[in-house]
């Protein structure tokens, strides 16, 4: 069975600073996505992020990157120039690509990301 | 922009209560979801439905009970609320190929 690590129960970055958050999976597959979402306090939670392993390059949507290490089985969310709405739960996400799985994402436990001021 | 809607955002009931939670969405996804979540911690899929009169249990086994007649309705149902039903129950939806979940902004349940 897959399963998703966040090893980081917190972090905290200084407001105009790169942080990094950790995501670890394992699995036997070969072709499966990866995401990571965001969950703001008391707000909906949003995809951030989707990386397709069968794609080499990584995936980017503005200030957010990931770092795909498919050997490693890693996954890591960058967040650059951090501003104060970045604040929030993370949570990193797998999901099969094979077509007969049910399609469920294996979540992680998240990490809580402390902007400060 | 999500376009999915659950009510009611907070309910504080009694012991014993039935109580449905809803949860709407307007993307004519086929898929739905229910997640329950503590505060701070991983999310649990209690409750999936790929299509109308179709729903399976989650990862995460549950006394609430869930339909969908409609496509664009899966409300959750609790015949008998206990202090251990209190948790953030959140609703979610995505289209053909599961690629993006859209969430509701979620139940807070407090059962007294």
């Known amino acids: 069975a897959q399963t998703v690590t966040q090893s980081q129960p917190e972090m905290s970055v200084q407001e105009a600073e790169t942080v990094t958050l950790s995501c670890t999976y394992d699995?036997?597959?070969?072709?499966?996505?990866l995401f990571w979402y965001k969950q703001p306090p008391s707000r909906q939670m949003i995809l951030v992020i989707r990386?397709?392993?069968?794609k080499q390059q990584n995936a980017t949507e503005n200030r957010f990157s990931v770092n795909f290490q498919k050997a490693a089985k890693s996954f890591s969310l960058k967040i650059s120039d951090s501003q104060l709405g970045d604040a929030a739960m993370y949570f990193c996400?797998?999901?099969?690509?094979?077509?007969?799985?049910?399609?469920?994402?294996?979540w992680g436990a998240g990490t809580k990301l402390i902007i400060k001021p | 922009e999500a376009d999915i809607y659950q009510t009611p955002r907070y309910l504080v009931i009694g012991t014993g209560k039935k109580i449905t939670l809803e949860c709407s969405q307007t993307?004519?996804?086929?898929?739905m979801y229910w997640y329950q979540q503590d505060p701070g911690m991983e999310l649990h899929l209690i409750h999936y439905?790929?299509?109308?009169?179709?729903?399976e249990k989650g990862d995460l086994s549950s006394e609430s009970t869930v339909s969908r007649i409609r496509t664009e309705h899966f409300p959750l149902t609790l015949e008998s609320a206990r202090p251990s039903h209190t948790s953030q129950y959140l609703c979610?939806?995505?289209?053909?190929?599961?690629?993006?979940?859209?969430f509701g902004s979620g139940t807070q349940l407090s059962v007294l």
């Open positions: 993307m004519g996804h086929d898929k």
């Open positions: 979610a939806s995505s289209g053909y190929r599961n690629e993006k979940l859209f």
């Open positions: 990386q397709e392993a069968y």
């Open positions: 439905s790929y299509g109308v009169n179709s729903t």
């Open positions: 996400a797998y999901r099969s690509a094979i077509r007969n799985s049910n399609y469920q994402l294996i």
């Open positions: 699995t036997s597959e070969s072709d499966y996505y």
